[in-house]
């Protein structure tokens, strides 16, 4: 703990960087000595110590991206999904999600469980071998086996067996002991299993198995066709079967005495082992014979399982296997049980399935009861108990991608009401005909840990829909999903130049903007519209106003230079000269509202006009658009703020910067951002020429938002590549660095070049959530999220744009003059300006809805290196000042006489006495490169930090964290850093991502509680903390993948079964493959690796005063358990024995006096 004082007699520390600002209203930069008079101490006790700082992943959520395999554990009922980065994801009851990674990235090509030993072995494309230790929260790699001459095609783990059998690319099948991880040095050869005569080789292992009457039989599979029994005991093959067609799968029969295999010619055969000369039956499920008489040709069946059931035909269930002529068929799972067949079309090709069944034992009636298939970009469980073959409701959040994630939103300690609220809300509109059976996949323990509380998180997808999730406890469910394309008309392409933009996601979303408290919630769309919808309870008929901003038009636009036309678009309107108008509004502009440019605007989207009923939810009230001007599209929006005490919204882009008044439905302001300084302009700008050639310039601007608008969409939408893409081809952000900062040219608009993003890319510098769709080509990328960034004044271009980066509504003090704060507009623009804007809102509520708000000229204008990112404010005492807001009230509710609904608005009561307030307080700023602790009223710069000079910032929050508060940011190198308030203390400084794509840089985003979350893949959102209590916490919070389970007793078989149906029992195959009899394997063929034996879960047990026990604790109860099982063992060998004495001397009984003939 340590205190920090700052006396302000004149003076400012010093620090690198600074330089003199060309505004004496600018208070102090960085270096810069401060003029203003100084107020009494200021004595800020701050708490935060690096000691509370600690990053680490925390879960993931939605579906595994690009999966590749599937595994289940029948009595353990947990899932396992491989995919192609090396990522395994482990799924049991709800809560019960963990996520594993492969250091090497390679990807999973096949998963096999240790059943109900709380293990998983994982074979990747690197030929390497990995056991995961499952019986601690956070799986850890115990042993690895890199295979250096062979390439891994296959394996196979027999039921309570700890030797796995491995199939290779050469044909050879190796063995491993899974407890040592070592190879043994039995091998099968492919030249020894097929015949010597055999003059081609047979291909890859495609298929392992042991069989279910004989465990000393293993069935080896050939990619060319070739099928071989080999007799582990005789190291000799039973029976060899070579069939023309290539094999992609084959499952036995419970009984071992067939077994069905899966062709590439979309063809079933059906195998005896009596007669194995040639299959027992064809079939070509879906062939049909043509007239000619010949099978129509078919797609590969690519997997078959053939289960039986105790009172039914048995099931064939196959992927794949359709006629080729019918193009345009979706993938399907198809179902033959019995003579009925039921063909299942899925929504994405099928990775994987697996049919569930009751018993883990091969040789028992299977009694399958469930599919789980595996899609591409879809996790489904098919119901087999009913005709119908309903599908089971999934639990988990496997649909955050349903449509592509654009932007994302978190909310962490939000009112403890609203989720229940939206929970009620969403419910009404879920999906009916699933499967009334529990979700099979069930295993793990979870329960809720006592550090929770509500979190909510908000994503915005790319076709115009919301999301809202309960992030509560690191889960994530579904609350309520809204779509904002419902407010706008379907667009159609023959309608004006708004034809231009009606592309595949024209209702694509930027940013969100929401206030839990007041439930008001503001969505920035990819067409330059902002919707505000207001949340009810009840349903209503409403009608949507809609306004037009005109904030479009350049300076350099003008063709005449005269003083009367040089802002034509931006001349501020006079508060009182809007009256409340339906549709259509729009300051009135001395240059641009002529009949002529009013012809010529055309909007993006055409809202719905009329009446409507809307359901109980968020209802939208008030639509913000920005039209086309003189055959310009409108620029992106690059920042929004709203504000519900105030009543007021604010959105600013490249151009300038609008506030509505949503409750009077008008427009108080509309200007440029140069046209904001008034005389404080900090930089000497010069006169703009007019524009040569007016029309060919029009028509490059086309061409650029042409380029923009389609390519950009076009790849988010198709194949979810957007986000990726990103990453493909980033440079060194290092080496971006090294170009001279003056060689840096900032584009004067988006579409002056095609490939060129307006300056500072406001889409990852916008307030609340980042923009999307700055994802044009390389070249843009290289130029916009990797390029030097200037942080001299005299290298900026003059013809640069400024765009209004962050806003933010508040009680601050507009000039060092004031004395009392007032209702304050902070601006941040991409040239590292603060300028504070004061207003004068009614506070009585009926003239609030009749009198004007009024915005007073530019008051403070402040500086700092970089564009800005964040603003937020301290009391005098350190404590967060959070905006004032208005408590929710559902203006749909029927009228209470007795209650009038009025407004109840709260404001900041300040941690000390009402003398704090008149001592102003402390402004935090943070743009892309440094921050700034600024005192109000007097604008002096208390503490400067440079955050980075090789990179910049992506993303700044003003957080809560252990009862006090720090700024956090990540930086485009991949670094998370946390500094302290007001002192600017690093806290933290970790190196989390190596390099940051823009898919993660558009969705990071900071929470209270030392919480943040991004987009991972296109499909998962990782969350992570860096609060070190909620590290040591982790551990509570995570589910329990492992559960101790008593494994189900095999069936009894018999005397008779056991007499004749072969010597299972008696196969031991420690004899067969121990060092003892078959030797060492040799070292060059693969290399053992011992893993980190659960080090991170080591860690965490002995962090406890208690992790010697508990561990010791562990180790005793699982001996126990062994010897309990060994002793049960025992005793079942020993029942069996006397069964088998009492059946034999009952039999010599019976036969003792008979004759041989007699027999």
Request: net charge neutral.
């Amino acid at each position: 703990m340590k205190k920090f004082r700052k006396v302000l007699d004149g003076l400012t520390t010093s620090s690198p960087g600074g330089g003199t600002m060309g505004s004496p209203s600018c208070g102090s930069a960085a270096g810069t000595p401060t003029t203003a008079p100084t107020p009494k101490e200021i004595d800020v006790q701050e708490t935060l110590v690096s000691e509370n700082f600690q990053l680490c992943k925390t879960v993931r959520h939605g579906f595994p991206y690009q999966p590749t395999a599937l595994a289940f554990d029948p009595v353990q009922k947990i899932l396992a999904i491989g995919s192609r980065s090396g990522g395994v994801r482990i799924l049991g009851r709800p809560g019960v999600d963990c996520f594993c990674q492969h250091e090497s990235g390679a990807a999973v090509l096949q998963l096999q469980f240790l059943i109900n030993e709380g293990a998983l072995v994982t074979a990747c494309a690197d030929d390497t071998l990995h056991l995961w230790n499952l019986r601690q929260r956070r799986p850890a790699i115990l042993h690895s086996l890199k295979f250096n001459r062979e390439r891994i095609t296959f394996c196979h783990l027999p039921f309570q067996s700890k030797w796995l059998y491995v199939g290779t690319e050469r044909g050879n099948t190796h063995i491993v002991n899974i407890e040592s991880f070592i190879l043994s040095g039995y091998v099968i050869m492919w030249n020894k299993a097929i015949e010597l005569s055999t003059k081609t080789h047979p291909g890859p292992v495609v298929h392992l198995s042991d069989s279910p009457k004989d465990e000393g039989k293993l069935l080896i599979g050939f990619e060319s066709g070739t099928i071989v029994q080999w007799d582990l005991r005789a190291k000799k093959a039973d029976f060899r079967i070579y069939y023309d067609e290539a094999i992609h799968s084959v499952s036995w029969h419970h009984e071992g005495k067939q077994f069905m295999c899966s062709h590439s010619d979309g063809s079933l055969t059906l195998w005896n082992l009596r007669n194995t000369s040639k299959p027992v039956q064809v079939t070509f499920p879906h062939g049909k014979i043509q007239k000619d008489g010949r099978k129509e040709s078919c797609k590969p069946i690519l997997k078959v399982d053939y289960k039986t059931t105790r009172n039914s035909e048995p099931f064939v269930i196959f992927s794949g296997g359709l006629s080729y002529d019918k193009a345009g068929r979706r993938p399907t799972l198809t179902i033959m049980h019995g003579k009925a067949i039921t063909v299942l079309e899925m929504d994405y090709p099928i990775v994987e399935f697996m049919t569930l069944c009751e018993t883990p034992y091969n040789n028992e009636v299977q009694d399958p009861f469930a599919v789980v298939v595996l899609l591409e970009k879809d996790l489904i469980v098919v119901d087999l108990t009913q005709s119908n073959f309903p599908v089971f409701e999934n639990p988990y959040p496997m649909d955050i991608h349903e449509s592509p994630v654009t932007c994302t939103a978190y909310f962490a300690d939000c009112p403890p009401d609203i989720i229940p609220v939206l929970y009620s809300i969403g419910a009404k509109h879920k999906k009916t005909g699933y499967s009334q059976k529990e979700w099979p996949v069930s295993g793990g323990m979870w329960t809720l840990g006592s550090h929770t509380y509500p979190e909510i998180i908000i994503t915005g997808h790319a076709d115009g829909s919301i999301k809202f999730w309960d992030g509560s406890a690191i889960t994530l469910q579904m609350l309520y999903k809204l779509k904002t394309s419902k407010v706008f008309e379907k667009p159609k392409p023959s309608e004006g130049r708004a034809a231009e933009l009606v592309d595949e996601d024209p209702f694509a979303v930027q940013m969100v903007s929401w206030c839990p408290q007041s439930r008001i919630f503001c969505v920035v769309g990819i067409s330059a519209h902002i919707i505000l919808y207001r949340f009810s309870k009840y349903d209503a008929n409403t009608q949507i106003v809609s306004l037009e901003v005109r904030l479009q038009c350049e300076s350099e636009d003008v063709i005449s230079p005269s003083e009367n036309e040089n802002n034509p678009c931006f001349s501020e309107p006079h508060s009182g000269s809007h009256s409340p108008q339906p549709h259509h509004q729009h300051p009135a502009s001395p240059g641009g509202g002529t009949p002529e440019g009013v012809k010529d605007s055309a909007l993006c989207l055409k809202v719905k006009d009329r009446v409507a009923r809307v359901p109980p939810g968020y209802q939208a009230e008030l639509v913000i658009q920005l039209p086309w001007m003189d055959g310009e599209p409108p620029q992106q929006i690059s920042s929004l703020d709203i504000n519900s005490a105030y009543g007021l919204l604010a959105f600013g882009n490249c151009n300038g910067l609008a506030v509505v008044d949503y409750l009077q439905k008008t427009i108080l302001l509309c200007m440029s951002t140069l046209d904001l300084y008034g005389a404080a302009d900090p930089y000497q700008r010069l006169t703009r020429s007019p524009r040569r050639n007016r029309q060919s310039t029009s028509e490059f601007c086309m061409r650029g938002l042409s380029n923009f608008y389609s390519d950009s969409k076009k790849r988010i939408r198709t194949s979810y590549q957007s986000l990726t893409e990103l990453s493909d081809n980033q440079q060194s952000v290092d080496m971006e660095r090294s170009k001279s900062p003056t060689s840096v040219h900032y584009p004067t608009s988006l579409h002056n070049d095609p490939r060129v993003l307006p300056e500072p890319v406001a889409s990852l510098r916008a307030s609340h959530c980042s923009p999307v769709f700055y994802l044009l080509d390389n070249e843009s990328r290289e130029n916009s999220f990797s390029r030097s960034r200037s942080s001299s004044v005299s290298s900026i271009d003059r013809d640069t744009k400024e765009a209004i980066t962050t806003l933010q509504f508040g009680e601050s003090y507009g000039r060092k003059s004031d004395a009392l704060p007032t209702p304050c507009l902070w601006v941040g623009t991409s040239l590292g300006v603060i300028l504070v804007i004061p207003m004068s809102i009614p506070t009585d509520q009926d003239e609030r809805m009749e009198e004007p708000v009024t915005i007073g000229p530019s008051g403070a204008v402040l500086m700092l290196k970089g564009s800005v990112l964040r603003f937020g404010f301290l009391d005098c005492m350190g404590a967060l000042i959070q905006s004032p807001y208005e408590v929710w009230r559902d203006l749909n509710a029927p009228e209470d006489p007795d209650r009038p609904r009025k407004r109840k608005l709260v404001h900041y009561s300040p941690s000390s006495s009402q003398d704090t307030c008149g001592e102003g307080h402390l402004a935090i700023v943070c743009s892309e490169r440094q921050a700034k602790v600024f005192l109000m009223p007097s604008q002096s710069c208390l503490f400067v930090h440079n955050i980075t000079e090789s990179s910049f910032v992506l993303r700044a929050d003003v957080v809560s964290v252990c009862n006090s508060v720090c700024l956090a940011c990540f930086c485009a190198n991949g670094h998370v850093m946390t500094l302290s308030l007001p002192s600017l203390r690093p806290l933290m400084d970790v190196s989390y991502l190596p390099l940051t794509d823009m898919r993660i840089a558009r969705t990071f985003c900071f929470t209270n509680g030392g919480q943040a979350l991004y987009l991972s893949s296109p499909t998962e959102i990782q969350r992570i903390t860096y609060s070190q209590e909620m590290y040591d916490n982790l551990q509570e919070m995570l589910g329990e993948l492992f559960t101790p389970i008593e494994t189900p007793e095999a069936q009894n078989r018999g005397f008779l079964k056991g007499f004749f149906g072969g010597n299972a029992h008696t196969f031991d195959r420690e004899e067969l493959f121990g060092e003892a009899a078959a030797g060492k394997a040799s070292r060059s063929l693969a290399q053992h690796i011992p893993g980190q034996a659960g080090v991170e879960g080591m860690k965490v047990a002995a962090s406890g005063a208690v992790g010697e026990l508990a561990r010791a604790r562990i180790a005793l109860d699982e001996r126990g358990q062994r010897l309990g099982e060994l002793e049960e063992r025992t005793a079942l060998m020993m029942t069996s024995a006397e069964t088998f004495s009492k059946h034999a001397h009952e039999l010599m009984l019976k036969c003792k006096d008979k004759k041989w003939y007699q027999f």
